[in-house]
T-cell receptor, first 115, second 113 residues
Framework: GENVEQHPSTLSVQEGDSAVIKCTYS??????FPWYKQELGKRPQLIID?????GEKKDQRIAVTLNKTAKHFSLHITETQPEDSAVYFC??????????????FGKGTKLSVIP | ETGVTQSPTHLIKTRGQQVTLRCSSQ?????VSWYQQALGQGPQFIFQ???????GRGNFPPRFSGLQFPNYSSELNVNALELDDSALYLC????????????FGPGTRLTVT
């Protein structure tokens, strides 16, 4: 099955700086890579995603890059704000050929933005 | 906020008991997945339902079972509760065939004592 590794486990940045979270996956058949933000006691919230036929996607201050050859993808947050503080999870999903749309998650990165 | 709802919000059970958790999927979504999230960990896939049939299962024992109803809502049942079953149980819904996005409900916090 799929295995997703996520680094770092904790990340502290000064407000206004950039934050980068990196993930690697094991199954080359994975073709969809979402990122979720989870605030304490709340549901995981989809913040951005990328499909395997795209190398980069950007949405305002958030961007995701994907390197299929190396099987890794990264989340980039620019101009960080205190409200960006949360736990971020990367995930990978095998395509419909696998039979189900099972998300395999990384262990999470706790991001703290220091005012 | 997504249109996915779950009940109850919190639940306390005793080891050996049985529990049923419920999920209403977002309107138009026909696929429901269940995940277990232990404290400080990422969600772990339990199983997925599509058209009222189990359509994929993670590494969970048979005492974890589920149902999906014609309106696409779903239940997660856990028998013979163990202390390690204490976790946040999340359901996620998607529209199979239209998009890959899965949207999570608020979760049910289960505590087994």
């Amino acid at each position: 099955g799929e295995n997703v590794e996520q680094h770092p486990s904790t990340l502290s940045v000064q407000e206004g700086d950039s934050a980068v979270i990196k993930c690697t996956y094991s199954d080359s058949a994975s073709n969809y890579f979402p990122w979720y933000k989870q605030e304490l006691g709340k549901r995981p919230q989809l913040i951005i995603d990328i499909r395997s036929n795209v190398g980069e996607k950007k949405d305002q201050r958030i961007a995701v890059t994907l390197n299929k050859t190396a099987k890794h993808f990264s989340l980039h947050i620019t101009e960080t704000q205190p409200e960006d503080s949360a736990v971020y999870f990367c995930a990978a999903i095998l395509g419909p050929g696998a039979g189900s749309y099972q998300l395999t998650f990384g262990k999470g990165t706790k991001l703290s933005v220091i005012p | 906020e997504t249109g996915v709802t779950q009940s109850p919000t919190h639940l306390i059970k005793t080891r050996g008991q049985q529990v049923t958790l419920r999920c209403s999927s977002q309107s138009g979504h026909n696929t429901v997945s269940w995940y277990q999230q232990a404290l400080g960990q990422g969600p772990q896939f339990i199983f997925q339902y599509y058209r009222e049939e189990e359509n994929g299962r993670g590494n969970f024992p048979p005492r974890f079972s589920g149902l999906q109803f014609p309106n696409y809502s779903s239940e997660l049942n856990v028998n013979a509760l163990e202390l390690d079953d204490s976790a946040l149980y999340l359901c996620a819904s998607k529209n199979r065939g239209l998009s890959d996005e899965q949207y999570f409900g608020p979760g049910t916090r289960l505590t087994v004592t």
